[in-house]
């Protein structure tokens, strides 16, 4: 069969329709393309043949291992990376030993085909990692482990199947699948060095014009993990893994353009492969019988048994807290390597006649593996994490788009009250500022999805976009409405000056901060007018008229009440100073007041000149 116009444009249609279908009913994504993709073969219509889907199929994974390796920075190892080491070695050992007995006693493997599914079930990967950080926002030192072991494992996992095969199908011994992984490792350590220090001699020479950047590097990705297995087996894998951890690491070039179109690719080669894959397995009753309850028990061994033995045996005597240790128990989903893996390994022991039975076996239970962890982990990690105390329920941390000076003067005033901040900009030296000011800061941009994996977001709920640009703060609040939820996505009102058909609509806008009015100019020009930053608390004996009295113009930004709980000036809900919150409010200097981020001995609230146009909610 030949590549079909029509195939083509039909995969990638359901793929991405089951992304977006995923994104409204907060699914899985993987669940959804691999439903869509079993439906796809179920109606008949198949794939291209395998010598024509399979190159695609590992060209594509190895992009987007490349891209997974991006998100890796070595900074997040100062505390844990000999945590990451164990779990990569002897947690990775005894995932893969483990599965193996439990494939052999619970859906009759024999020992051999037993060997290569424990192998290829020892890894996870970015596809299905990335998105489940990302949904539950774990504490920043377990959220590094999580994810620097679910990438790394990846390329390691597909070697370990790989050789696996190799004394499967072709009666290697012992000693020379442990020669072929030195190789492995010597030639995609060594290729992936070389291809990270071209880019970055040519991007430093400035020897690539940018609109050409992009296309270079993801031709020289492929270009290298080809000639990589060329010289050895699979281990273009561990060349482009080593190649996009190395550029994510060096600081003599950017990349971060390259970054937002890699997860762009990410999302569509996702899509694709899975739909593909999956339209290919033949699912019969027949063979649903014969997986049977030993299939479910083996699932439920991996989940409930093997994963947390593996991380309790690889952490033993290591500094990790004992909840860290059961979230990271409680986390170990399969995702686009496991399934691409089986797959080529299967189409090739398909061939021999010994094997040819178990071939078909071997896809069916990874996939439903695949299954079964994504929709476990990604229905009971939120809850987990939260009972452990490693993830927060109601987090009321604050995430500023931008560190101006004035930005940096409200984070301060919070941070001062114990909410957790973090401004992100892509302004270096705004960026140093925060910095030296002693604020969180991320170097980005707060539109890049590498916000999201890389920043630390736990204790993170609420998402000021305070920059000067309103595209950009729209961008923002309608990326974090996503991951926040829209009542928590906050920014400045638009300039006045933009025509109508400029203006950004409504529907793309998150919560209007503060007051009708209220843009990042106005308020700049607010502080460079000696405008400060007060916070005063309520009581009985001094009223919000108190307050209003002594400052008629001042702008609420926040309250606290006494729980504690951050309360944000929006357009559209009136105010409630009651006795007991205390309120932070930019206010004109008056004689005997000064700069005061403590709180002051005035029991007060602050006050809009339209008070009935901003409130607290």
Do not use: C
Request: glycine share 8%; charged share 20%.
């Amino acid at each position: 069969m030949t590549l079909d116009p029509l195939y083509i444009s039909g995969v990638l249609a359901l793929g991405i329709a089951a992304q977006w279908l995923a994104w409204r009913l907060k699914l899985p994504a993987i669940v959804l393309l691999l439903v869509f993709g079993f439906a796809l073969g179920a109606s008949g219509v198949r794939p291209p043949s395998d010598d024509i889907i399979f190159p695609f199929v590992s060209l594509a994974v190895g992009v987007i291992l490349f891209e997974g390796g991006l998100s890796l920075q070595f900074r997040e190892l100062k505390e844990t990376g000999h945590v990451v080491t164990r779990l990569v070695t002897v947690g990775l050992l005894v995932t893969w030993l483990a599965t193996a007995v439990a494939a052999h006693w619970l859906i009759g493997f024999g020992w051999k085909m037993s060997g290569l599914l424990g192998a290829l079930l020892t890894v996870s990967g970015p596809t299905v990692i990335l998105p489940l950080i990302r949904q539950v926002r774990p504490e920043k030192r377990i959220g590094s482990v999580i994810k620097w072991e679910g990438i790394v494992n990846d390329p390691i996992g597909a070697v370990l199947a790989a050789l696996a095969f190799e004394y499967i199908a072709h009666g290697d011994t012992v000693a020379e699948s442990a020669q072929g992984l030195v190789m492995t490792a010597v030639v995609g350590i060594v290729l992936g060095v070389l291809a990270a220090t071209i880019v970055i001699q040519l991007h430093s020479r400035f020897l690539v014009p940018d609109y050409l950047q992009n296309a270079a590097i993801l031709s020289l990705v492929v270009l290298v993990f080809a000639v990589s297995n060329e010289i050895q087996h699979e281990s273009g894998l561990v060349t482009v893994t080593v190649m996009g951890l190395l550029l994510a690491n060096q600081p003599w070039v950017r990349i971060h353009h390259v970054l937002e179109f890699k997860e762009n690719l990410r999302v569509l080669l996702l899509s694709v492969l899975f739909i593909v894959l999956s339209s290919r397995v033949e699912i019969s009753a027949a063979q649903l019988a014969e997986f049977g309850l030993g299939g479910a028990a083996f699932i439920v061994a991996i989940i409930v048994l093997i994963r947390p033995a593996a991380v309790l045996l690889a952490t033993a005597g290591t500094d990790l807290t004992r909840n860290e240790r059961l979230l990271l128990g409680w986390i170990h989903p399969r995702g686009i390597v496991a399934a691409a893996v089986a797959s080529l390994l299967a189409t090739e022991l398909a061939k021999k006649e010994e094997f040819a039975g178990d071939a078909e076996m071997l896809v069916l239970a990874t996939f439903l593996v695949i299954v079964g962890t994504v929709v476990v982990y990604g229905l009971t990690l939120g809850p987990v994490a939260r009972r452990l105390g490693l993830s927060r329920e109601d987090p009321q941390g604050v995430l500023f788009a931008g560190a101006a000076p004035m930005v940096r003067e409200i984070a301060s005033a919070l941070k001062s009250e114990g909410f957790q901040t973090l401004l992100v900009d892509t302004n270096m030296e705004n960026i140093a500022a925060a910095r030296m000011a002693g604020l969180p800061v991320y170097y980005g941009s707060i539109g890049s999805e590498r916000v999201h994996n890389e920043a630390d977001l736990g204790g993170i709920g609420r998402m000021l976009a305070m920059t000067p640009n309103d595209e950009i703060n729209s961008i923002a609040a309608m990326e974090f409405a996503e991951r926040l939820g829209s009542a928590n996505a906050y920014q400045l009102a638009q300039h006045e000056s933009r025509e109508r058909h400029q203006r950004v609509p409504h529907h793309r806008r998150g919560r209007t901060l503060f007051r009708e009015g209220i843009t990042y100019d106005v308020l700049a020009d607010r502080f460079e007018k000696g405008h400060i930053i007060k916070k005063s608390t309520l009581t009985e004996d001094y009223t919000i008229e108190d307050f209003r009295a002594k400052y008629p113009n001042a702008l609420i930004l926040f309250t606290v009440p006494e729980k504690g709980r951050l309360r944000v000036a929006v357009v559209g809900h009136k105010l409630d100073p009651r006795p007991g919150k205390k309120l932070v409010a930019l206010v004109e200097e008056v004689e005997g007041s000064g700069v005061d981020l403590r709180d002051t001995a005035e029991k007060s609230a602050a006050l809009s000149v339209k008070p009935d146009d901003q409130s607290v909610v």
